[in-house]
């Protein structure tokens, strides 16, 4: 990127059933990124809200006109309306944040800078001294942890959808068409050069949070079962220990056979033992190898490109 043109900011905003803070926003928004030597757009895309955010971002767009509304046909969710955003930037870099004022855009100008400097992805941690309920710090910490022990990603503990992307970051991430998308692990999957800067998350400007105990479970599944095939093995792996157990039992009951005194088994017990261990055994091996067709078969299905190339 030249340092001697203006770069141009997309700014991308997902919004859904954010009437009462919208206009608010966009100021507090505006009056951080003015002075700054950049040229900015809005994309504010409104993810099927069934109040009046529809209304308040027309009249946005009429009084500002860096401002685009991108209209989704109904609520697709967070990371559906993110990706909107995304697909329909222009620009050199994209800045992503929620509409409820919880990632301060005071931290724009910071990350920029951090941009312009060479970094394809400014991520946004939440600090831990963040205004959480004790429910949602002690489901995040359990979340976090559970997938960077299962996933080949390590995805940043606390990482939030307020992030910086150069325009090759934009477009590695729109090579992957992937359905179930999990952007924080899709931005860590990708590579490129990252810096992360801790951020300190205020209470919503207004309104309740649009995430549901429901679509907080979707993004963990969604999180876990694209970024990971561990579940897949748990069959390979119990097969594997049953197996280990009949071979076990085998041993034990040769022993009594070597020693003399078979009399002290109960009669039927080994070979009972030995059937139900082997079989047993046999079919979860069988349904692991089934469960690492099924996974490869997911990858691909996924349509992830195999790399990404950082300079032509
Ligand atoms: N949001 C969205 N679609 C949804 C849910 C949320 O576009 O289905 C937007 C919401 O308006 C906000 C951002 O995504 O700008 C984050 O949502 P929220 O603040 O409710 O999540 P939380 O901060 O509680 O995790
Ligand atoms: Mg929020």
Do not use: C
């Amino acid at each position: 990127m030249s340092p001697k043109r203006k770069l141009t900011i997309a700014l991308v905003i997902p919004v859904f059933n954010e009437a009462g803070v919208i206009a608010q926003m966009h100021t507090r928004i505006r009056a951080n990124i003015d002075s700054l030597p950049y040229a900015f757009t809005f994309i504010y895309v409104d993810d099927g809200s069934s109040d009046s955010t529809a209304d308040e971002l027309t009249a946005l767009a009429k009084s500002d006109h860096r401002v685009t509304v991108l209209a989704l046909s109904r609520n697709f969710g967070h990371q559906a309306a993110l990706t909107a955003g995304l697909d329909a930037s222009r620009g050199d870099v994209v800045v992503s944040l929620d509409a409820d004022g919880q990632h301060p855009p005071e931290m724009i100008g910071q990350m920029l800078d951090l941009i312009a400097q060479g970094y394809d992805i400014v991520q946004a941690q939440r600090a831990d001294d963040a205004q959480l309920g004790s429910f949602k710090k002690w489901t995040s910490g359990l979340f976090y942890r559970l997938l960077n022990i299962i996933s080949g990603t390590r995805v940043l503990p606390g990482a939030a959808d307020f992030r910086a992307l150069s325009r090759r970051a934009v477009d590695a991430l729109k090579s992957m068409p992937e359905y179930h998308r999990f952007l924080r692990g899709m931005v860590s999957w990708i590579g490129f050069k990252t810096a992360i800067l801790p951020y300190h998350q205020q209470a919503r400007v207004g309104g309740a949070s649009k995430y549901s105990l429901g679509k907080m479970f979707r993004l963990a599944m969604d999180a876990i079962f694209s970024f990971s095939l561990a579940p897949l093995y748990i069959g390979l792996s119990m097969g594997g220990v049953l197996l280990f157990l009949a071979l076990a039992e085998m041993v034990y009951v040769l022993s009594f056979w070597v020693t003399g005194r078979t009399s002290n088994l109960a009669p039927g017990w080994s070979s009972l033992m030995f059937v139900i261990l082997i079989v047993s055994g046999m079919l979860m091996v069988l349904l692991g190898f089934i469960g690492v067709y099924v996974g490869y078969i997911f990858q691909e299905v996924k349509r992830r490109p195999v790399y990404i190339v950082k300079q032509g």
